[in-house]
């Protein structure tokens, strides 16, 4: 099981909005921030810098795209306060824990699958408890390779010692996350959880919550021998009539 972090365990979105309004007191700035981050993060997959610079450079631009000329010390500035927010607004989904719990009761690997750099990663999956649940970590700031490039997802099933047509990988974005891991042979999981979908695209299973997913492994996925790989030995789980 491979399990993207922002957003899909963690709600970064609303710790950014946060942190974005209590630093420049408007509301409204998200769309821009997400917009400028796709565009920045796009030229680090692209090879052309790496996160260090990446995080420098979004902040100057987005400052500038709202009228403040900042120079260097300012725009570091920024960004370590927002940071500093950011750092004690993560949050948990409230799904999360008792999707990764049932996850380790039922024996299945499971692995975290982040396009992010290594040390903000790493410390958020620290800070917040996450570390115990993953069998293996793929960063992309770390691997130099990110999603959806097919070679992410390979070196996960790699790490966890599966061929990819074994593993699922849920996310909550579309294109880098459910599109990226089903091209790559994966098992695909669109987690959407403000309810966009209007219909998947082939090959990609939606759920709208975390707390779907178990019935998903089980219904669409055991046949792959996710979820069954111990169970020949020691059920940790049964099935009857469709209910866990
Ligand atoms: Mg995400």
Redesign the pocket.
């Known amino acids: 099981m491979c399990l993207?972090?922002?957003?899909?365990l963690i709600d970064?979105t609303a710790a950014i909005r946060l942190s974005l309004s209590a630093l420049t007191g408007q509301n409204d700035l998200w769309p821009l921030w997400d917009l400028i981050t796709e565009e920045h993060v796009a030229l680090v997959v692209a090879g052309e810098i790496d996160y260090a610079i990446m995080h420098h450079k979004r902040t100057e631009c987005f400052l500038a795209e709202i009228g403040i000329l900042a120079d260097e010390e300012q725009v570091k500035g920024f960004e370590r306060r927002r940071r500093e927010i950011l750092t004690r607004s993560w949050q948990l989904f409230e799904d999360v824990l008792p999707c990764l719990e049932w996850l380790r009761a039922a024996g299945v690997l499971v692995a975290a699958v982040?396009?992010a750099s290594g040390a903000h990663q790493r410390k958020k999956i620290a800070d917040l408890g996450l570390a115990r649940f993953f069998d293996h970590v793929a960063i992309a700031g770390e691997l130099g390779v990110a999603k959806p490039d097919p070679a992410m997802f390979h070196s996960v099933c790699l790490g966890l010692g599966c061929d990819p047509a074994q593993a699922v990988h849920v996310?909550?974005?579309l294109d880098?996350?459910a599109i990226g891991a089903r091209d790559a042979g994966l098992g695909a999981v669109w987690?959407d959880r403000d309810g966009i979908a209007e219909r998947a695209p082939a090959g990609v299973h939606t759920i709208s919550g975390l707390d779907e997913l178990p019935e998903l492994l089980v219904s669409e996925f055991a046949k792959l021998g996710v979820p069954a790989q111990r169970a020949t030995e020691t059920p940790a789980f049964t099935v009857r009539n469709g209910v866990l």
């Open positions: 993207d972090i922002d957003d899909t970064c982040t396009n996310g909550d974005k880098t996350d987690l």
